[in-house]
């Protein structure tokens, strides 16, 4: 029984045991399992993962080793999520040899009942049951204001229209995205009026829903 809202199935148990370190946003499931391994993939929450029953060993990587993780499609997944192809238990390094690179990355750790991990936004990880009877409990928690939206979604969004364009035309716009998302914004738009800033002022939920209208209209 993997990911099972605790919210839904088991209210009580969630009143009992309830991690007062993070707000009543969290997101808190209960996973259930003999021996079995989780492939390696990546939550977009943040995650606290409390170990109730059982052993089971975490083998996690930072972000910026996806290339050397051989990572699977992104819509064609067992569980929603994309994962690494490697297995991680028989790693077969003629077929993924950077797989090499991304283990002198890895953080291991074993956890035991009472015991709890925490797992950064978008960092890989690797899960591995290994008694007979294990019992997980993760409380998912994200502190981004919502009215963000989704950088997955941005993600997607640059597959259909940026991924395939000619590689000088791939270049400029990565200027652009260096510029206006990746560069420090109080040093880049200082030459601008802070009233005349516009979608490129503080994020608020009206920026955003400006965004979206953008967006909407340019979708359409």
Request: aromatic residues 10%; proline residues 9%; glycine residues 4%.
């Amino acid at each position: 029984m993997s990911s099972a809202p605790l919210k839904r199935h088991l209210p009580k148990f969630l009143d009992e045991n309830y991690n007062d370190f993070l707000n009543q946003s969290a997101n808190p499931n209960i996973w259930i399992s003999n021996k079995i391994t989780v492939a390696t993939h990546f939550d977009v929450p943040d995650n606290i993962a409390c170990c109730i029953s059982g052993k089971r060993k975490f083998t996690l990587f930072p972000p910026e080793q996806i290339s050397n993780l051989y990572v699977g499609p992104l819509d064609i997944t067992p569980a929603g999520q994309p994962i690494s192809l490697v297995d991680i238990r028989n790693p077969d390094y003629q077929q993924f040899p950077k797989f090499k690179q991304a283990l002198k990355q890895a953080l291991i750790a074993e956890l035991t009942p009472g015991d709890a991990l925490y797992i950064p936004s978008l960092w890989w990880h690797n899960v591995e049951s290994l008694d007979h009877f294990n019992v997980l409990l993760t409380f998912f928690h994200d502190a981004t204001p919502p009215h963000y939206g989704s950088a997955l979604n941005s993600l997607l969004h640059g597959l259909m229209s940026i991924r395939n364009l000619p590689p000088h035309k791939k270049h400029a716009w990565q200027s652009f995205f260096n510029h206006y998302i990746f560069s420090d914004s109080r040093q880049r738009d200082l030459h601008i009026p802070a009233e005349r800033l516009g979608i490129l002022g503080q994020q608020t939920p009206e920026i955003s829903n400006a965004l979206k209208k953008i967006l909407t209209m340019s979708m359409n």
